[in-house]
């Protein structure tokens, strides 16, 4: 969700068949706004999306869980503990706040920014006037996955590795 800007339900619900590795891309379907939505996948989290297609490819989801629609639910315990851990309260929502707050910091254009969050245009004149290509849309996501990962190449006390118990 960081590297997407996407909400917790449009990626706990993509699936398999709506990612694209050549172009690095997935599509989430029948988003808030009632439209399909591309998001790039940043070289800097591909090798992560193809780790995991071996741990849940045969499915339909890419994040499969026990809940009803059988998607995995909302992390909230992981979340809790990473809360615990550093002392910082965030929601999954705030993922995609970051995203956006990210991507002002390296200088993306608001409209673009709105693009990329997948937020209407609608009452917006000007913005009504914008259409990114995919190419610019890409490029941005790409810009902003390297500011991530130039700001979290930092080791020491502020980083924590959580690992699932087996069992």
């Known amino acids: ?3 997407t800007g996407l909400k917790d339900q449009d990626v706990r619900y993509s699936e398999w068949k709506d990612v694209d590795f050549k172009n690095d891309c997935f ?17 800097q989290i591909k090798p992560y999306f193809r780790g995991l297609q071996a741990l849940t490819g045969d499915n339909r989801f890419v994040f499969p869980g026990d ?3 059988g ?11 990473i809360c615990k851990k550093t002392g910082i309260e965030f ?5 995609k706040r970051t995203f956006l707050t990210i991507g002002e910091a390296a200088m993306i254009p608001f409209s673009l920014l709105k693009a990329l ?15 990114p290509e ?6 941005a996501t790409w810009k902003i996955a390297d500011y991530i990962q130039s700001h979290a190449a930092a080791t020491g006390d502020n980083v924590h590795f959580l690992l699932k118990a087996s069992g």
């Open 91 to 95: 929601s999954s929502h705030d993922l």
């Open 134 to 139: 995919a190419k610019t849309l890409k490029a």
């Open 27 to 43: 599509i989430a379907r029948d988003t808030k706004n009632h439209t399909d939505f591309t998001a790039y996948i940043a070289p």
């Open 67 to 69: 809940s009803k629609d």
């Open 117 to 131: 969050a997948n937020h209407k245009t609608d009452n917006d004149v000007t913005g009504g006037y914008i259409n």
């Open 71 to 81: 998607v995995m639910n909302i992390p909230r315990k992981p979340i809790a503990e």
């Open 1 to 3: 969700m960081l590297h």
